[in-house]
Protein backbone atom coordinates (compact mmCIF):
# COMPACT_ATOMS: atom_id res chain seq x y z
CA UNK A 1 0.00 0.00 0.00
CA UNK A 2 2.61 2.42 0.97
CA UNK A 3 4.76 2.70 -2.36
CA UNK A 4 1.42 2.91 -4.11
CA UNK A 5 0.39 6.08 -1.90
CA UNK A 6 3.86 7.69 -2.35
CA UNK A 7 3.23 8.12 -6.08
CA UNK A 8 2.76 11.87 -7.48
CA UNK A 9 -0.03 13.05 -7.43
CA UNK A 10 -1.05 10.65 -4.17
CA UNK A 11 -4.83 12.03 -4.08
CA UNK A 12 -5.20 9.84 -7.05
CA UNK A 13 -3.18 7.27 -5.92
CA UNK A 14 -4.82 7.05 -2.61
CA UNK A 15 -8.06 6.90 -4.28
CA UNK A 16 -7.04 4.16 -7.06
CA UNK A 17 -6.07 2.38 -4.22
CA UNK A 18 -8.89 2.48 -2.16
CA UNK A 19 -11.08 2.19 -5.11
CA UNK A 20 -9.06 -1.07 -5.98
CA UNK A 21 -9.96 -2.39 -2.60
CA UNK A 22 -13.76 -2.96 -3.41
CA UNK A 23 -14.83 -5.60 -6.08
CA UNK A 24 -16.09 -4.61 -8.96
CA UNK A 25 -17.00 -6.95 -11.64
CA UNK A 26 -19.21 -6.12 -14.65
CA UNK A 27 -22.87 -6.72 -13.47
CA UNK A 28 -21.91 -7.37 -9.91
CA UNK A 29 -20.97 -3.73 -8.90
CA UNK A 30 -23.38 -3.99 -5.74
CA UNK A 31 -20.49 -2.69 -3.53
CA UNK A 32 -18.58 -0.45 -5.89
CA UNK A 33 -21.75 1.36 -5.76
CA UNK A 34 -22.42 1.78 -1.89
CA UNK A 35 -18.65 2.97 -1.87
CA UNK A 36 -18.76 5.89 -4.11
CA UNK A 37 -22.77 6.15 -2.84
CA UNK A 38 -20.54 6.68 1.02
CA UNK A 39 -18.18 8.45 -0.78
CA UNK A 40 -20.54 11.24 -1.94
CA UNK A 41 -21.97 11.66 0.86
CA UNK A 42 -19.22 11.89 3.64
CA UNK A 43 -18.29 14.86 1.57
CA UNK A 44 -22.00 16.53 1.76
CA UNK A 45 -22.23 16.42 -1.66
CA UNK A 46 -25.86 16.03 -3.84
CA UNK A 47 -25.29 11.85 -4.46
CA UNK A 48 -27.90 10.05 -6.54
CA UNK A 49 -28.10 6.76 -7.40
CA UNK A 50 -30.53 6.13 -10.90
CA UNK A 51 -32.64 3.20 -11.45
CA UNK A 52 -29.85 1.17 -12.68
CA UNK A 53 -27.29 1.82 -10.32
CA UNK A 54 -25.09 4.76 -11.83
CA UNK A 55 -23.98 7.28 -9.48
CA UNK A 56 -23.82 10.85 -10.17
CA UNK A 57 -22.35 12.97 -7.67
CA UNK A 58 -22.71 17.01 -8.08
CA UNK A 59 -20.72 19.75 -6.87
CA UNK A 60 -20.43 23.67 -7.00
CA UNK A 61 -18.32 25.80 -8.90
CA UNK A 62 -15.23 26.89 -7.06
CA UNK A 63 -15.28 30.67 -6.48
CA UNK A 64 -15.31 32.88 -9.16
CA UNK A 65 -16.26 29.86 -11.74
CA UNK A 66 -20.23 30.32 -11.11
CA UNK A 67 -19.87 31.50 -14.46
CA UNK A 68 -18.90 28.79 -16.22
CA UNK A 69 -20.53 26.04 -18.08
CA UNK A 70 -21.00 22.61 -16.62
CA UNK A 71 -19.00 19.55 -17.06
CA UNK A 72 -19.78 16.02 -16.47
CA UNK A 73 -16.90 14.34 -15.68
CA UNK A 74 -17.30 10.93 -17.10
CA UNK A 75 -16.13 7.18 -16.24
CA UNK A 76 -17.24 3.77 -15.75
CA UNK A 77 -16.89 1.75 -12.00
CA UNK A 78 -16.76 -2.06 -13.05
CA UNK A 79 -13.41 -3.70 -14.74
CA UNK A 80 -12.85 -6.51 -17.13
CA UNK A 81 -11.98 -9.66 -14.76
CA UNK A 82 -9.06 -11.87 -16.27
CA UNK A 83 -6.36 -13.80 -14.53
CA UNK A 84 -3.72 -15.92 -15.54
CA UNK A 85 -4.57 -19.65 -15.07
CA UNK A 86 -2.00 -20.26 -12.14
CA UNK A 87 -2.90 -17.28 -10.16
CA UNK A 88 -6.10 -18.25 -7.52
CA UNK A 89 -8.00 -14.82 -7.15
CA UNK A 90 -11.44 -14.48 -6.58
CA UNK A 91 -12.52 -10.96 -8.05
CA UNK A 92 -15.75 -11.11 -6.46
CA UNK A 93 -14.26 -11.08 -3.11
CA UNK A 94 -10.74 -10.04 -3.39
CA UNK A 95 -8.86 -6.72 -4.21
CA UNK A 96 -6.52 -6.16 -6.48
CA UNK A 97 -2.88 -6.61 -5.68
CA UNK A 98 -0.96 -3.57 -6.98
CA UNK A 99 2.56 -2.94 -7.06
CA UNK A 100 5.10 -0.71 -8.34
CA UNK A 101 7.59 -1.94 -10.73
CA UNK A 102 10.87 -0.65 -11.56
CA UNK A 103 9.98 0.00 -14.97
CA UNK A 104 7.92 2.67 -13.65
CA UNK A 105 4.41 1.15 -14.23
CA UNK A 106 1.64 0.35 -11.96
CA UNK A 107 0.58 -3.22 -12.31
CA UNK A 108 -1.38 -6.05 -10.55
CA UNK A 109 -0.09 -9.43 -9.52
CA UNK A 110 -1.50 -12.04 -12.41
CA UNK A 111 -4.89 -10.13 -12.89
CA UNK A 112 -6.12 -7.03 -14.44
CA UNK A 113 -5.12 -3.90 -12.73
CA UNK A 114 -8.36 -2.07 -13.30
CA UNK A 115 -6.59 0.89 -14.23
CA UNK A 116 -9.05 0.78 -17.28
CA UNK A 117 -11.24 2.73 -15.30
CA UNK A 118 -10.35 3.25 -12.31
CA UNK A 119 -7.69 5.56 -13.09
CA UNK A 120 -10.60 7.72 -14.28
CA UNK A 121 -12.91 6.88 -11.36
CA UNK A 122 -10.40 8.17 -8.79
CA UNK A 123 -9.10 11.34 -10.82
CA UNK A 124 -12.71 12.36 -10.46
CA UNK A 125 -12.85 11.48 -6.57
CA UNK A 126 -9.88 13.47 -6.69
CA UNK A 127 -12.16 16.83 -7.67
CA UNK A 128 -14.84 15.80 -5.69
CA UNK A 129 -12.77 15.83 -2.65
CA UNK A 130 -10.31 18.63 -3.43
CA UNK A 131 -10.81 21.89 -1.45
CA UNK A 132 -8.80 24.05 -3.03
CA UNK A 133 -9.15 23.54 -6.93
CA UNK A 134 -9.83 25.87 -9.63
CA UNK A 135 -13.29 24.29 -11.46
CA UNK A 136 -17.03 24.93 -12.77
CA UNK A 137 -19.82 23.38 -11.46
CA UNK A 138 -19.00 19.39 -11.89
CA UNK A 139 -21.49 16.24 -12.23
CA UNK A 140 -19.98 13.58 -11.62
CA UNK A 141 -21.31 10.68 -13.47
CA UNK A 142 -20.15 6.67 -12.61
CA UNK A 143 -21.85 4.34 -14.78
CA UNK A 144 -21.80 0.26 -14.19
CA UNK A 145 -21.55 -2.78 -16.83
CA UNK A 146 -19.56 -0.44 -18.88
CA UNK A 147 -17.16 -3.62 -20.00
CA UNK A 148 -20.36 -6.10 -20.80
CA UNK A 149 -22.96 -4.18 -22.66
CA UNK A 150 -22.52 -0.53 -21.61
CA UNK A 151 -26.08 -0.69 -19.81
CA UNK A 152 -25.64 1.77 -17.94
CA UNK A 153 -25.15 4.38 -20.11
CA UNK A 154 -28.12 2.81 -21.92
CA UNK A 155 -30.39 3.25 -18.94
CA UNK A 156 -29.07 6.60 -17.85
CA UNK A 157 -31.92 8.70 -17.05
CA UNK A 158 -32.54 11.66 -19.44
CA UNK A 159 -33.34 14.40 -16.96
CA UNK A 160 -30.92 13.76 -14.21
CA UNK A 161 -28.13 15.77 -15.76
CA UNK A 162 -27.98 19.49 -16.78
CA UNK A 163 -23.65 19.99 -17.75
CA UNK A 164 -23.41 21.20 -21.42
CA UNK A 165 -19.64 19.37 -21.65
CA UNK A 166 -18.90 15.96 -21.22
CA UNK A 167 -15.31 14.69 -20.44
CA UNK A 168 -14.92 10.81 -20.83
CA UNK A 169 -11.89 9.69 -18.87
CA UNK A 170 -11.41 6.26 -20.59
CA UNK A 171 -8.85 6.89 -23.18
CA UNK A 172 -5.33 5.06 -22.86
CA UNK A 173 -2.51 7.34 -24.62
CA UNK A 174 -1.71 10.57 -22.77
CA UNK A 175 -0.98 12.67 -26.52
CA UNK A 176 -4.65 11.91 -27.87
CA UNK A 177 -7.64 13.51 -27.91
CA UNK A 178 -10.43 11.12 -28.86
CA UNK A 179 -13.51 12.64 -30.87
CA UNK A 180 -15.63 9.54 -31.68
CA UNK A 181 -15.42 5.47 -31.41
CA UNK A 182 -16.86 2.64 -32.98
CA UNK A 183 -20.21 0.90 -31.79
CA UNK A 184 -20.59 -2.64 -30.88
CA UNK A 185 -23.28 -5.81 -31.83
CA UNK A 186 -22.89 -8.98 -29.75
CA UNK A 187 -23.47 -11.68 -31.78
CA UNK A 188 -24.13 -15.42 -30.44
CA UNK A 189 -24.24 -19.08 -32.25
CA UNK A 190 -25.79 -21.61 -30.65
CA UNK A 191 -26.21 -25.08 -31.35
CA UNK A 192 -27.61 -28.18 -29.38
CA UNK A 193 -26.25 -32.14 -30.08
CA UNK A 194 -27.54 -35.46 -28.73
CA UNK A 195 -24.31 -36.94 -27.27
CA UNK A 196 -22.83 -40.04 -28.26
CA UNK A 197 -21.33 -42.74 -25.36
CA UNK A 198 -18.81 -44.14 -27.74
CA UNK A 199 -18.08 -48.20 -27.34
CA UNK A 200 -14.93 -49.72 -28.17
CA UNK A 201 -11.92 -48.83 -28.75
CA UNK A 202 -10.93 -45.26 -28.50
CA UNK A 203 -8.46 -42.66 -27.41
CA UNK A 204 -8.48 -39.29 -26.10
CA UNK A 205 -6.40 -36.20 -26.39
CA UNK A 206 -6.07 -32.70 -25.12
CA UNK A 207 -4.87 -29.59 -26.81
CA UNK A 208 -4.56 -26.58 -24.63
CA UNK A 209 -3.07 -23.39 -25.36
CA UNK A 210 -2.00 -20.68 -23.31
CA UNK A 211 0.56 -17.63 -23.30
CA UNK A 212 -1.02 -15.43 -25.18
CA UNK A 213 -0.81 -11.95 -24.84
CA UNK A 214 -5.02 -11.08 -25.45
CA UNK A 215 -5.97 -7.60 -24.76
CA UNK A 216 -8.62 -5.04 -25.73
CA UNK A 217 -10.78 -6.34 -28.69
CA UNK A 218 -10.94 -2.83 -29.97
CA UNK A 219 -8.09 -1.11 -29.13
CA UNK A 220 -5.52 -4.01 -30.12
CA UNK A 221 -7.58 -6.00 -32.61
CA UNK A 222 -5.20 -4.12 -35.48
CA UNK A 223 -1.82 -5.74 -33.91
CA UNK A 224 -2.65 -9.41 -35.76
CA UNK A 225 -2.47 -10.89 -31.80
CA UNK A 226 -3.43 -14.98 -31.30
CA UNK A 227 -7.04 -16.05 -31.22
CA UNK A 228 -7.01 -19.08 -29.03
CA UNK A 229 -10.32 -19.85 -30.59
CA UNK A 230 -9.21 -19.63 -34.44
CA UNK A 231 -6.14 -21.30 -33.46
CA UNK A 232 -7.99 -24.13 -31.42
CA UNK A 233 -9.91 -24.34 -34.72
CA UNK A 234 -7.24 -24.97 -36.64
CA UNK A 235 -6.37 -28.19 -34.41
CA UNK A 236 -9.35 -29.32 -34.29
CA UNK A 237 -10.43 -28.86 -38.60
CA UNK A 238 -7.16 -31.35 -38.93
CA UNK A 239 -8.08 -33.70 -36.22
CA UNK A 240 -11.31 -34.53 -38.90
CA UNK A 241 -8.88 -36.22 -41.11
CA UNK A 242 -8.50 -39.22 -38.37
CA UNK A 243 -12.28 -39.36 -37.63
CA UNK A 244 -12.21 -37.06 -33.69
CA UNK A 245 -15.65 -36.34 -31.82
CA UNK A 246 -15.15 -33.36 -29.44
CA UNK A 247 -16.04 -34.39 -26.10
CA UNK A 248 -15.46 -30.74 -24.29
CA UNK A 249 -14.10 -27.20 -25.15
CA UNK A 250 -13.13 -24.21 -23.22
CA UNK A 251 -11.44 -21.37 -24.88
CA UNK A 252 -11.47 -17.60 -24.31
CA UNK A 253 -13.85 -15.30 -21.73
CA UNK A 254 -15.10 -11.52 -22.42
CA UNK A 255 -16.68 -10.61 -25.79
CA UNK A 256 -14.24 -7.49 -25.55
CA UNK A 257 -11.29 -9.51 -24.45
CA UNK A 258 -8.96 -11.06 -27.01
CA UNK A 259 -8.85 -14.77 -26.03
CA UNK A 260 -5.43 -15.87 -24.71
CA UNK A 261 -6.01 -19.30 -23.15
CA UNK A 262 -8.38 -22.18 -24.36
CA UNK A 263 -8.23 -26.24 -24.44
CA UNK A 264 -10.60 -28.75 -26.08
CA UNK A 265 -10.44 -32.71 -25.74
CA UNK A 266 -11.36 -35.29 -28.76
CA UNK A 267 -11.71 -38.58 -28.81
CA UNK A 268 -10.74 -40.78 -32.19
CA UNK A 269 -10.36 -44.57 -33.10
CA UNK A 270 -7.34 -45.87 -31.07
CA UNK A 271 -5.83 -46.70 -34.73
CA UNK A 272 -5.40 -43.29 -35.56
CA UNK A 273 -4.39 -41.96 -32.72
CA UNK A 274 -0.77 -42.02 -33.26
CA UNK A 275 -1.11 -40.52 -36.50
CA UNK A 276 -3.59 -37.70 -35.30
CA UNK A 277 -1.11 -36.97 -33.10
CA UNK A 278 1.74 -36.96 -34.95
CA UNK A 279 -0.05 -34.26 -37.19
CA UNK A 280 -1.31 -32.11 -34.73
CA UNK A 281 2.05 -31.98 -33.61
CA UNK A 282 3.57 -31.01 -36.81
CA UNK A 283 0.47 -28.29 -36.87
CA UNK A 284 2.32 -26.64 -33.44
CA UNK A 285 5.08 -26.29 -34.88
CA UNK A 286 3.97 -24.07 -38.24
CA UNK A 287 1.57 -22.05 -35.24
CA UNK A 288 4.93 -21.72 -33.32
CA UNK A 289 6.59 -20.22 -36.10
CA UNK A 290 3.92 -17.79 -37.55
CA UNK A 291 3.16 -16.43 -34.00
CA UNK A 292 6.91 -16.45 -33.14
CA UNK A 293 7.40 -13.08 -33.32
CA UNK A 294 4.12 -11.40 -32.38
CA UNK A 295 3.29 -14.28 -29.40
CA UNK A 296 6.74 -14.84 -28.01
CA UNK A 297 5.39 -16.66 -24.99
CA UNK A 298 2.57 -19.15 -26.64
CA UNK A 299 2.48 -22.00 -25.41
CA UNK A 300 0.89 -25.35 -27.24
CA UNK A 301 0.07 -28.63 -25.89
CA UNK A 302 -1.10 -32.14 -27.48
CA UNK A 303 -0.76 -34.55 -24.53
CA UNK A 304 -2.85 -37.82 -23.55
CA UNK A 305 -5.97 -37.88 -21.45
CA UNK A 306 -8.58 -40.42 -19.65
CA UNK A 307 -10.71 -41.68 -21.99
CA UNK A 308 -13.79 -39.14 -22.67
CA UNK A 309 -16.62 -41.08 -23.57
CA UNK A 310 -19.31 -38.81 -23.97
CA UNK A 311 -18.65 -36.68 -27.65
CA UNK A 312 -20.52 -34.92 -30.79
CA UNK A 313 -21.15 -37.00 -33.40
CA UNK A 314 -18.83 -37.07 -36.17
CA UNK A 315 -20.57 -34.65 -38.15
CA UNK A 316 -21.30 -32.18 -35.36
CA UNK A 317 -17.47 -31.90 -34.87
CA UNK A 318 -16.89 -31.01 -38.57
CA UNK A 319 -19.80 -28.51 -38.24
CA UNK A 320 -17.89 -26.68 -34.89
CA UNK A 321 -14.72 -27.17 -36.54
CA UNK A 322 -16.24 -24.99 -40.12
CA UNK A 323 -17.94 -22.77 -37.92
CA UNK A 324 -14.25 -21.77 -36.17
CA UNK A 325 -12.58 -21.88 -39.16
CA UNK A 326 -14.97 -19.47 -41.04
CA UNK A 327 -15.69 -17.28 -38.80
CA UNK A 328 -13.98 -13.79 -39.51
CA UNK A 329 -12.27 -12.43 -37.03
CA UNK A 330 -9.58 -9.49 -37.06
CA UNK A 331 -9.61 -6.18 -38.82
CA UNK A 332 -12.96 -6.32 -41.72
CA UNK A 333 -11.83 -2.79 -43.24
CA UNK A 334 -9.38 0.07 -41.78
CA UNK A 335 -10.90 3.39 -42.02
CA UNK A 336 -10.93 5.57 -45.22
CA UNK A 337 -11.31 8.65 -43.69
CA UNK A 338 -8.79 8.02 -40.45
CA UNK A 339 -4.91 6.91 -41.04
CA UNK A 340 -4.24 3.82 -39.16
CA UNK A 341 -7.64 3.53 -37.44
CA UNK A 342 -9.64 0.68 -37.74
CA UNK A 343 -12.91 0.80 -38.88
CA UNK A 344 -14.67 -2.69 -38.89
CA UNK A 345 -13.78 -5.85 -37.12
CA UNK A 346 -15.06 -9.32 -35.45
CA UNK A 347 -13.46 -10.75 -31.82
CA UNK A 348 -14.58 -14.45 -32.22
CA UNK A 349 -14.22 -14.04 -28.26
CA UNK A 350 -15.64 -16.84 -26.42
CA UNK A 351 -16.19 -21.02 -27.00
CA UNK A 352 -17.71 -23.65 -24.75
CA UNK A 353 -18.64 -27.31 -25.79
CA UNK A 354 -20.33 -29.99 -23.08
CA UNK A 355 -23.25 -31.33 -22.44
CA UNK A 356 -24.96 -31.10 -25.56
CA UNK A 357 -24.39 -27.69 -26.39
CA UNK A 358 -22.09 -25.53 -28.49
CA UNK A 359 -21.76 -21.97 -27.63
CA UNK A 360 -19.96 -19.22 -29.74
CA UNK A 361 -19.79 -15.37 -28.66
CA UNK A 362 -18.77 -12.54 -31.09
CA UNK A 363 -18.27 -8.91 -30.86
CA UNK A 364 -18.59 -6.89 -33.90
CA UNK A 365 -17.33 -3.18 -33.67
CA UNK A 366 -17.85 -0.39 -36.49
CA UNK A 367 -17.64 3.58 -36.58
CA UNK A 368 -20.54 3.22 -39.68
CA UNK A 369 -24.04 1.34 -38.36
CA UNK A 370 -23.80 -0.38 -42.04
CA UNK A 371 -20.82 -2.40 -41.85
CA UNK A 372 -21.51 -3.34 -38.51
CA UNK A 373 -24.71 -4.92 -40.28
CA UNK A 374 -22.89 -5.97 -42.86
CA UNK A 375 -20.00 -8.12 -40.96
CA UNK A 376 -22.61 -9.55 -38.61
CA UNK A 377 -24.84 -10.87 -40.92
CA UNK A 378 -21.98 -12.28 -42.53
CA UNK A 379 -21.09 -14.31 -38.98
CA UNK A 380 -25.08 -15.13 -39.24
CA UNK A 381 -24.98 -16.45 -42.22
CA UNK A 382 -21.36 -18.30 -41.97
CA UNK A 383 -22.91 -20.17 -38.51
CA UNK A 384 -26.28 -20.79 -39.69
CA UNK A 385 -24.53 -22.52 -42.99
CA UNK A 386 -22.87 -24.76 -40.18
CA UNK A 387 -26.44 -25.45 -38.28
CA UNK A 388 -26.00 -22.71 -35.91
CA UNK A 389 -28.63 -20.50 -34.35
CA UNK A 390 -27.75 -16.88 -34.27
CA UNK A 391 -28.76 -14.45 -32.26
CA UNK A 392 -27.73 -10.70 -31.78
CA UNK A 393 -27.78 -8.56 -28.68
CA UNK A 394 -26.44 -5.51 -26.88
CA UNK A 395 -25.63 -3.58 -29.50
CA UNK A 396 -24.74 0.06 -28.80
CA UNK A 397 -24.12 3.14 -31.17
CA UNK A 398 -21.12 4.56 -32.13
CA UNK A 399 -19.84 8.02 -31.37
CA UNK A 400 -19.46 10.73 -34.53
CA UNK A 401 -17.00 13.20 -34.31
CA UNK A 402 -17.79 17.09 -34.03
CA UNK A 403 -14.85 18.70 -35.42
CA UNK A 404 -16.53 21.66 -34.24
CA UNK A 405 -16.19 20.56 -30.90
CA UNK A 406 -15.83 23.79 -28.58
CA UNK A 407 -14.07 21.73 -26.01
CA UNK A 408 -11.72 19.97 -28.33
CA UNK A 409 -10.51 23.40 -29.73
CA UNK A 410 -9.66 24.14 -26.11
CA UNK A 411 -8.37 21.44 -25.31
CA UNK A 412 -6.13 20.88 -27.92
CA UNK A 413 -4.70 24.59 -27.60
CA UNK A 414 -3.87 24.46 -23.60
CA UNK A 415 -2.19 20.81 -24.66
CA UNK A 416 0.25 22.82 -27.28
CA UNK A 417 1.04 25.28 -25.02
CA UNK A 418 1.41 22.99 -21.83
CA UNK A 419 3.73 20.17 -23.55
CA UNK A 420 5.16 22.18 -26.81
CA UNK A 421 3.66 19.56 -29.56
CA UNK A 422 0.27 19.01 -31.45
CA UNK A 423 -1.84 15.97 -29.68
CA UNK A 424 -3.43 13.52 -31.62
CA UNK A 425 -7.06 13.96 -32.10
CA UNK A 426 -8.62 10.48 -33.40
CA UNK A 427 -11.42 8.69 -32.87
CA UNK A 428 -11.33 5.15 -31.23
CA UNK A 429 -12.33 1.31 -32.65
CA UNK A 430 -12.89 0.46 -28.81
CA UNK A 431 -16.30 1.17 -26.95
CA UNK A 432 -16.84 4.18 -25.20
CA UNK A 433 -20.36 5.24 -23.91
CA UNK A 434 -19.89 8.82 -25.08
CA UNK A 435 -22.07 7.91 -28.08
CA UNK A 436 -25.20 6.42 -25.68
CA UNK A 437 -24.69 9.32 -23.18
CA UNK A 438 -25.14 11.77 -26.23
CA UNK A 439 -28.06 10.12 -27.32
CA UNK A 440 -29.59 10.98 -24.41
CA UNK A 441 -28.13 14.31 -24.16
CA UNK A 442 -27.52 15.27 -28.01
CA UNK A 443 -26.76 18.80 -26.80
CA UNK A 444 -23.10 17.74 -24.39
CA UNK A 445 -19.83 18.57 -25.84
CA UNK A 446 -17.94 15.46 -25.48
CA UNK A 447 -13.97 14.85 -25.22
CA UNK A 448 -12.36 11.32 -24.49
CA UNK A 449 -9.01 11.73 -22.88
CA UNK A 450 -6.50 9.86 -20.10
CA UNK A 451 -2.95 8.43 -19.37
CA UNK A 452 -1.23 5.96 -21.41
CA UNK A 453 -2.75 2.19 -20.28
CA UNK A 454 -1.36 -0.39 -22.06
CA UNK A 455 -2.59 -4.35 -21.84
CA UNK A 456 -6.08 -3.37 -20.75
CA UNK A 457 -8.38 -6.62 -20.38
CA UNK A 458 -5.47 -8.41 -19.63
CA UNK A 459 -3.28 -10.01 -16.66
CA UNK A 460 -0.63 -7.71 -18.46
CA UNK A 461 -2.84 -4.33 -18.25
CA UNK A 462 -0.55 -1.51 -16.96
CA UNK A 463 -0.76 2.71 -15.99
CA UNK A 464 2.46 4.61 -17.06
CA UNK A 465 3.01 6.87 -13.65
CA UNK A 466 4.88 9.26 -15.28
CA UNK A 467 1.72 9.49 -17.93
CA UNK A 468 -0.59 9.68 -15.13
CA UNK A 469 1.15 12.77 -13.89
CA UNK A 470 0.93 14.33 -17.26
CA UNK A 471 -2.95 13.86 -17.27
CA UNK A 472 -3.45 15.30 -13.93
CA UNK A 473 -1.69 18.46 -15.02
CA UNK A 474 -3.59 18.78 -18.36
CA UNK A 475 -7.04 18.17 -16.44
CA UNK A 476 -6.22 20.46 -14.09
CA UNK A 477 -6.23 23.32 -16.69
CA UNK A 478 -9.14 21.68 -18.83
CA UNK A 479 -10.90 22.46 -15.91
CA UNK A 480 -9.47 26.10 -14.66
CA UNK A 481 -10.02 27.30 -18.55
CA UNK A 482 -13.41 25.46 -18.82
CA UNK A 483 -15.34 27.96 -21.30
CA UNK A 484 -18.09 30.56 -19.81
CA UNK A 485 -22.07 29.58 -20.37
Known amino acids: MQEILNLEPQNIWKNF ?17 KFMMDFGKKLNLETIKDSVGNVIIKKPASAGMEDRKTIVLQSHLDMVCQKNNDV ?83 TEEDDELTMGCAGGLDVTATKSYSVENLSGDFKSLKVD ?21 KILGRFLHESLNFNAQISSMNSGSLRNAIPREGHFVISTPTANFDELKSALENLK ?8 NVEPNIQISVSDVELATNVASQDETKNLAFALMTAYNGVYRMSPEIAGLTETSNNVANVVVGDGEMKILCLTRSALDSNKKNLSETLKATFELCGFEVSFSGGYPGWRPNTNSEILRLMEKLYKEMFGEEPKISATHGGLECGIIGGHYPNLDMVSFGPNIFGAHSPDERVEIKSVQKFWKFFVDVLKNTPKK
Request: charged share 25%; glycine share 14%.
Open 209 to 229: IKGLKGGHSGGDIHLGLGNSN
Open 17 to 33: YDLNQVPRPSKKEEKVI
Open 88 to 170: QFDFDTQGIEMYVDTDGFVKAKGTTLGADNGIGVATIMTVLESQDMVHPPIEALFTIDEETGMTGAIGLDETILQGEILLNLD
Open 285 to 292: KDILIEFQ
